[in-house]
């Protein structure tokens, strides 16, 4: 067995070093703007944000509300103190601000994820939201199942696993004090810790002796880290799965540790960080195309190759940026989509913030499944505006996540099987 070195880390996680960095980013754009002439533009994209939903296919496998719109999966945006508390319109518990919901802003109707999770086309039901704790809610978890008449009635019958977690999908991890999530792409399937890693860490930090712990081969990009050949952070993190008294699964994950590829030694969190966990529609029965796992991974690696830095700019850039989705409409013959895609390879060599990582690895993995020939560009740009529809240096977390969960993608938070 591989010797590890554990240590704890003073801060939370490292990863929230770069929050402060973007009320900074924020700051400076007020200053910047409020000298020119381009203050009111920057003050409609930041305060004033684009919410169309697609129509069509686009909606396909989203929660509804009652008047038949597609809903939006909505978590607080970043910088905004101001954070959003909703309320469901089926069991009507409140969702926690640091929660999340999904919203259909015609209607100004909210769904709590476990309700939104029951709907005909959805996977099935986990659990409740992660703040609905036994020991501070009492009695959310029986009020969602009694108005989504039972969980044991969800399409499937079949809860979410840690195991169910697989290359492509979305952690976000958070949010921390300034409202923001830090996106990483799991690049392998979420299984098991290792058993001598898993009581190391038991030994090192008691707290985590009533957690079940698993491991995930993750990527992403972070001020404070990098890795040890690539500006990315490639990475083994360890989440760790609360467990109830009577021995149940809770089901919300937490991170835990991680250590970096080519090293031995363990970080662990001196404070737990709660996760979302989105997932993609390239898995069976999800309406996506199969994933294609070796092409994923080579799209992993060629970024990671041309990685750069973790940018102030670029997250300015999209604290700022209209949230608006690329619009298929806008690219309907070859020509267009041709365009586009030169446009996207372009934005994939400027530095990135922590969600361009996903956005520009799915959009290359598009590009190598179908080929660099002139009708293999074609069928990758009509693949990238309808799963990632996105730019890579436009898109903060808040945003990524308001697109992805109208283009198939779901979100949950709690994975109790």
């Known amino acids: 067995l591989k010797p590890c070195w554990l240590k704890t880390r003073s801060a939370p996680d490292p990863r929230w070093a770069e929050a402060p960095a973007m009320a900074l980013a924020a700051a400076m754009a007020s200053s910047v703007c409020s000298e020119g002439r381009h203050l009111q533009a920057a003050q409609l994209a930041a305060v004033c944000p684009d919410t169309s939903r697609p129509e069509g296919d686009f909606a396909i496998g989203v929660p509804r509300c009652p008047a038949g719109h597609a809903m939006q999966a909505r978590v607080s945006q970043e910088l905004w103190f101001r954070r959003r508390v909703a309320r469901c319109g089926k069991c009507s518990c409140w969702v926690p601000a640091k929660g999340a919901s999904y919203c259909c802003t015609d209607c100004r109707y909210s769904l709590c994820l476990f309700c939104s999770a029951v709907g005909p086309g959805q996977l099935p039901a986990a659990a409740a939201p992660t703040a609905a704790r036994p020991s501070q809610l009492g009695g959310l978890l029986e009020a969602c199942e009694e108005a989504a008449g039972g969980a044991d009635d969800a399409p499937g019958g079949k809860l979410l696993a840690p195991s169910d977690v697989m290359e492509g999908d979305i952690l976000m991890c958070g949010p921390d004090w300034w409202g923001i999530h830090h996106i990483v792409l799991c690049r392998g399937r979420m299984r098991p810790a290792a058993d001598h890693i898993a009581k190391q860490m038991r030994a090192h930090q008691h707290r985590l002796e009533s957690m079940e712990l698993f491991e995930c081969e993750t990527i992403e990009s972070s001020r404070p880290l990098k890795g040890a050949k ?118 994939w060599s400027k530095r990135p913030i922590c969600s361009s990582v996903a956005i520009q690895i799915w959009q290359r993995y598009f590009e190598l499944v179908h080929g660099s020939s002139p009708s293999g560009a074609d069928a990758a740009a009509q693949q990238i505006l309808r799963w990632m529809p996105v730019r890579c240096d436009q898109t903060a977390p808040s945003a990524l996540l308001q697109v992805l969960s109208t283009s198939g993608w779901i979100l949950c938070e709690n994975l109790p099987a």
Not at 235 to 260: C, I, S
Not at 298 to 318: E, F, G
Request: charged residues 25%.
């Open 230 to 347: 690539y500006p990315w952070y490639p990475a083994t993190t360890y989440f760790g799965r609360h467990l109830a008294f009577d021995g149940t699964h809770r089901g919300e994950l937490v991170v835990v540790a991680d250590v970096a590829d080519s090293s031995n030694v363990i970080g662990i969190n001196n404070e737990v960080v709660p996760v979302k966990l989105l997932m993609h529609p390239c898995r069976p029965g999800r309406g996506g195309p199969p994933l294609n796992v070796d092409q994923f991974r080579n799209a992993v690696d060629m970024s990671a190759k041309d990685s750069r830095r973790w940018s102030k700019l670029t997250a300015l850039t999209a604290i700022t940026a209209r949230r608006t989705r690329l619009n298929a409409k806008d690219y309907g013959d070859a020509p267009a989509r041709a365009r586009l895609m030169d446009d996207l390879r372009r934005r």
